[in-house]
């Protein structure tokens, strides 16, 4: 770095020790001064004419320090405290909504409870009227089935009968031809 920058007395010269402190008010010509060296900075506080990158007075660092740190304890402090209060006042709220989802919860959990149990009795009904319906299909088939029993014999009667009645008919012609 020192072959790309070669030191100068100008260097040197505004160079201060950090255990110096600014003065209390300073001359019209050290304004001037400061007023010339802040406008040959650019916007991000670097040099742009003689100073290397990067390179400022450490009476404008500690100024700059100074005025931040001035400005800091004020405002930290408040917001700090706003802050807290900010955080208190959201944790209230998500306290309350936790509540209130828990309580909505358990009413759902309850509905539910019914809903299940109504079902559950529904189900049952269903599968009683589901075995009462195959048991009355059942029966229906049994009666259907008796029923037609019950015309195979009314047939078979009267096939009987018939029967008796030419048995009897054909004993009396044997009968007549035996004598």
Do not use: C, F, W
């Amino acid at each position: 770095m020192s072959s790309y920058y070669p030191r100068t007395k100008d260097l040197t010269r505004t160079r201060k020790s950090l255990t110096e402190s600014p003065p209390s008010s300073p001359s019209p010509t050290d304004k001037n001064y400061r007023h010339e060296r802040l406008s040959r900075y650019d916007s991000s506080g670097e040099g742009a004419t003689d100073r290397p990158l990067g390179r400022t007075s450490s009476y404008t660092r500690r100024e700059t320090r100074l005025a931040s740190l001035s400005k800091e304890p004020d405002s930290t402090a408040k917001d700090y405290k706003k802050m807290y209060a900010e955080a208190l006042h959201e944790n209230d709220r998500l306290k309350s909504r936790l509540n209130d989802s828990k309580q909505e919860l358990v009413k759902i959990r309850s509905q539910l409870e019914k809903v299940t149990q109504r079902h559950e009795r529904i189900s049952e009904k269903s599968s009683a009227l589901e075995s009462e319906k195959r048991e009355k299909q059942a029966l229906e088939k049994r009666v259907s089935d008796m029923e037609g029993e019950i015309k195979i014999l009314t047939e078979l009667k009267s096939d009987n009968q018939r029967l008796k009645d030419e048995n009897g008919a054909l004993i009396r012609v044997i009968s007549k031809l035996s004598k």
